[in-house]
């Protein structure tokens, strides 16, 4: 479905206006702030006929009522009718909450609902309640409808044609200018499905409201809905049958929305710490290489995967003469020697190959996919490629060392600490041989 260009929103009183210029149920009549009618619609004279003749933009309020009154006190003095007409004009400009009353003339109940403007004007809107009034049945209705009025829910009621019944001054005067002030034209739209077609139309192509869209002919929601006006406001949008037509509440979730997406948020936050602890458990924090505790548990899945099939060597390195590293440069440089072997031998390894640093100066590896030969061949690599490091010691003198290495396979059934020390002794074996070198367990 194309959407509607959003160029020309009209602003949100503007929009209210037009919404009861529409909807045929209620009257609606705009004045400024000096009382002067400025808009009305069509319903508005049909409820007022006395004020029909005399209907011109810049009508003042006083205008209206004066005939009303001359009508119906017929012997009352000018002094009494002028009396009457301020006292409407301070109810008129006093009015707040609904109110809802028979019209003097034993005509028609009305519901008159006032909604400020920013302009100081105001806008008022007279529903006929007079069947509901009349109705006996409905007198318990009429308490539920009163309390709807106060409650924190907008409420909205749609007969069995979809024309609008009742709404609540929470639902007109908060919650629909939210997603009203998107819809560019409501004038000649007036009833329940329209509604939800022209809201289809508009909101099309967003997911949370695609929902709205597959409604049959804007039928009543299947299910409640939660979806974000235009205005960043979240609705929570409920509709029953009600007497063949459709009730719909409306409930402003913004609060809940947000405080739930705070909450995700601060999970989110929990989770990445999380991570971070488990990272730091497992790290060797001078080197960043993993440390025994994660060298462990890579060993025990390199252990289930021989017995599967596969074919993983481990080796135990050991620095050569490494005290006396720091016993000539000191602690600091022979931390650095630590970190630049462990870097240089991961350098050298393939990247399936776990190194790790469980402790002192000595390092062990996962060799992946590799029997005794290939893992003897991976060591003397790193031999070679540790001879060659030259690090700084002192001003002018560089440091060189060398690693000793045992490696050992791993069999299918084995024990891995069992394979860990016959690389260990291996390694011990190289020492002994006289250091830079790689031993072979077996
Ligand atoms: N700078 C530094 N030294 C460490 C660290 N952990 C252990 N060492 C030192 O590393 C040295 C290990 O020495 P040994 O393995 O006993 O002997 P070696 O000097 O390496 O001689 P061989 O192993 O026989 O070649 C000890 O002096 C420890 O104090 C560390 O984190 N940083």
């Not at 049909?46 to 003749?53: G, T």
């Not at 907008?154 to 908060?174: K, M, P, T």
């Not at 596969?310 to 590293?325: C, E, M, P």
Request: proline fraction near 5%.
């Amino acid at each position: 479905m194309p959407r509607r260009p959003k160029t020309s929103r009209p602003e949100p009183a503007d929009v209210a206006a037009q919404l009861l210029l529409c909807h045929g149920a209620s009257a609606l009549c705009v004045y400024d702030a000096q009382d002067r009618i400025t808009r009305w619609n069509a319903r508005y004279p049909e409820f007022f006929p006395e004020v029909a003749p005399l209907l011109t933009v810049g009508l003042h309020f006083v205008e209206t009522v004066r005939p009303f009154l001359r009508l119906q006190h017929p012997d009352a003095s000018a002094q009494e009718i002028e009396e009457g007409v301020a006292a409407a004009l301070r109810r008129h400009r006093a009015l707040e909450g609904p109110v809802r009353y028979q019209r003097a003339d034993g005509g028609r109940w009305l519901e008159l609902r006032m909604f400020p403007q920013p302009d100081g004007g105001r806008i008022k809107i007279w529903n006929d309640v007079t069947a509901e009034q009349q109705a006996g049945a409905a007198a318990g209705d009429r308490g539920m409808l009163e309390l709807l009025t106060v409650a924190h829910v907008g409420l909205i009621v749609h007969d069995v044609q979809g024309r609008l019944l009742y709404s609540n001054a929470r639902y007109f005067s908060e919650m629909f200018l939210h997603v009203l002030t998107a819809l560019p034209d409501v004038r000649t739209r007036g009833t329940h499905a329209a509604f939800w077609r022209q809201f289809a139309e508009i909101f099309g192509g967003d997911p949370a409201y695609e929902a709205l869209c597959g409604l049959p002919g804007g039928g009543r929601l299947p299910r409640p809905v939660t979806l974000q006006a235009r205005t960043g406001h979240w609705f929570r949008i409920a509709e029953e049958d009600w007497r063949g037509g459709v009730a719909s509440v409306w409930t402003d979730v913004t609060d809940l929305m947000q405080r739930g997406q705070a909450l995700q948020a601060a999970y989110g936050e929990v989770m990445a710490l999380n991570a971070q602890l488990r990272d730091r458990a497992e790290t060797d924090s001078l080197t960043g290489l993993p440390n025994r505790r994660h060298f462990e548990s890579v060993l025990s899945r390199a252990q289930r995967a021989v017995d599967e099939g596969a074919r993983h060597a481990v080796a135990v390195v050991d620095i050569d003469r490494f005290k006396s590293i720091n016993d000539r440069f000191g602690h600091d440089v022979g931390d650095r020697v630590l970190t630049e072997v462990g870097r240089c031998m991961r350098t050298a390894l393939l990247p399936g190959d776990v190194l790790a640093r469980p402790g002192g100066d000595e390092f062990a590896i996962v060799l992946q996919d590799a029997g005794l030969d290939e893992a003897a061949a991976r060591a003397r690599t790193l031999c070679a490629e540790v001879e060659r490091l030259s690090l700084p010691g002192t001003a002018d003198q560089a440091i060189r060392t060398s690693v000793s290495v045992g490696v050992a396979a791993l069999r299918a059934l084995g024990d891995p600490a069992e394979t860990m020390r016959e690389a260990d002794l291996a390694m011990f074996e190289a020492k002994k041989a006289g250091r830079n070198r790689v031993g072979v367990a077996g």
